[in-house]
């Protein structure tokens, strides 16, 4: 019987909501027995915000530890972004999908991009904002990044926006309840199709 998870990934601009539907969705789906999915950890060499927690947000490593995984062939993707180097582990997901289990990576455009190419069968969601305005009011109101920063990431936002008709599907993050079902939606049509293949 074939064991395999899928890998969806999720990108959207920074403050659009990707964490925030991501742990909804991961909560929603937590108590059934018919659907696994966990989300990977990435590794980055940006310092943590108040309250994220090591091997929880993020692997917060320093730039010589990146170089040495990324040397060694230990991540899936990498990318800059915003200063800072992102990756994804790619033994945490080769055997979590081994075991059936489906893996969530939040990342952004290029990275993305970079699955695609290298896993063809990856599902990709983009979470758009329902304005400029409006990302730019949630990222304030998170409160978690100088006034630079936010300059920085609504410069990149522009820019990953122009990216979203070559995501799979296109999910809009105006109220959040109804962004999560669409999450868990696309999650729970795409664990349907794996349990037919499974049954033929
Ligand atoms: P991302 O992971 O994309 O950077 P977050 O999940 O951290 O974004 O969300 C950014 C901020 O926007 C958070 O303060 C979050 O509570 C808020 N937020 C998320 N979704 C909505 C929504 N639908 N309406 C209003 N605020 C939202
Ligand atoms: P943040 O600093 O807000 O946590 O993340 C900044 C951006 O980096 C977000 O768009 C997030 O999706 C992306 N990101 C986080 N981890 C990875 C990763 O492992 N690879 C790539 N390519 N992007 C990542």
């Known amino acids: 019987m074939e064991q395999t998870g899928a890998l969806f990934v999720v990108s959207g601009p920074s403050g659009v909501g990707k964490g925030t539907i ?13 659907i696994q999915v966990a989300l990977s950890v990435s590794v980055t060499t940006r310092a943590p915000r108040p309250g994220e927690i090591d091997g929880v947000h993020y692997h917060f490593i320093s730039r010589e530890q990146f170089f ?3 040397e060694k062939g230990e991540l899936l993707e990498y990318t800059k ?44 969601c983009f979470i ?10 949630r990222l304030r109101a ?5 006034e630079e920063s936010i300059a920085r990431r609504l410069e990149i936002a522009e820019n990953e926006r122009a990216k ?3 995501y799979d599907y296109q999910i809009l993050n105006d109220t959040l309840e109804e962004a999560v079902d669409q999450l868990v939606n696309v999650l729970l049509s795409w664990n349907q199709k794996k349990g037919k293949r499974e049954a033929n």
Do not use: C, F
């Open 22 to 34: 991501i742990k909804n969705a991961l909560e929603r789906l937590s108590g059934r027995d018919d």
């Open 142 to 146: 998170r409160g978690t990044e100088t």
């Open 68 to 70: 040495e995984l990324l």
């Open 128 to 137: 758009l904002p329902p304005s400029m305005e409006e990302l730019e009011r």
């Open 164 to 166: 979203a008709h070559l």
């Open 81 to 124: 972004y915003a200063g800072n180097y992102y990756g994804t582990p790619v033994k945490e997901v080769e055997d979590r999908v081994r075991r059936g289990v489906h893996v969530l990576l939040d990342i952004e455009t290029a990275g993305a991009m970079e699955v695609k190419k290298n896993w063809p069968q990856a599902v990709l």
